[in-house]
């Protein structure tokens, strides 16, 4: 090969490798730390709960306010698993009602 097609390989193969890194932009646990504060239930808008991977290994659970804030909890504290379970208990009623 010549040096002209083998630097334009070599340049496509760059592009390629950097653009693939952009797809996948996690590159560890998002959260940094968490609140030892509970959250009141009215507050909460939504409950991310990120599984162990191969960028974080440990389980994450990202609270999302209604004022848009984001804030990450403790998996291991009692009132973060208590208001799992509850959540988990009313989505199982929910679907147990028979339509109309």
Same mark, same amino acid.
């Given at each position: 090969?010549?040096?002209?097609?083998?630097?334009?390989?070599?340049?496509?193969?760059?592009?390629c490798? *950097?653009? /693939?890194?952009?797809?996948?932009?996690?590159?560890?646990?998002?959260?940094?730390?968490?609140?030892?504060?509970?959250i009141?239930?009215?507050? *909460?808008?939504?409950?991310?709960?990120?599984?162990i /991977?191969g960028?974080?290994?440990?389980?994450?659970?990202?609270?999302?306010?209604?004022?848009? /804030?984001?804030?990450?909890?403790n998996?291991?504290?009692?009132?973060?698993?208590?208001? *799992? /379970?509850n959540?988990?208990?009313l989505?199982?009623? *929910?679907?147990?009602?028979?339509?109309?």
């Open positions: 090969m010549t040096t002209k097609p083998l630097l334009l390989l070599s340049a496509l193969m760059l592009c490798c *950097i653009a /693939s890194l952009h797809a996948f932009p996690r590159e560890r646990c998002l959260c940094i730390r968490t609140t030892p504060s509970p009141r239930v009215g507050v *909460i808008r939504r409950i991310e709960v990120i599984p /991977s960028l974080c290994r440990r389980i994450e659970i990202i609270v999302t306010r209604k004022n848009g /804030s984001k804030v990450c909890v998996p291991a504290a009692d009132w973060v698993n208590r208001l *799992i /379970s959540l988990q208990r989505s199982q009623r *929910i679907s147990n009602i028979q339509p109309l």
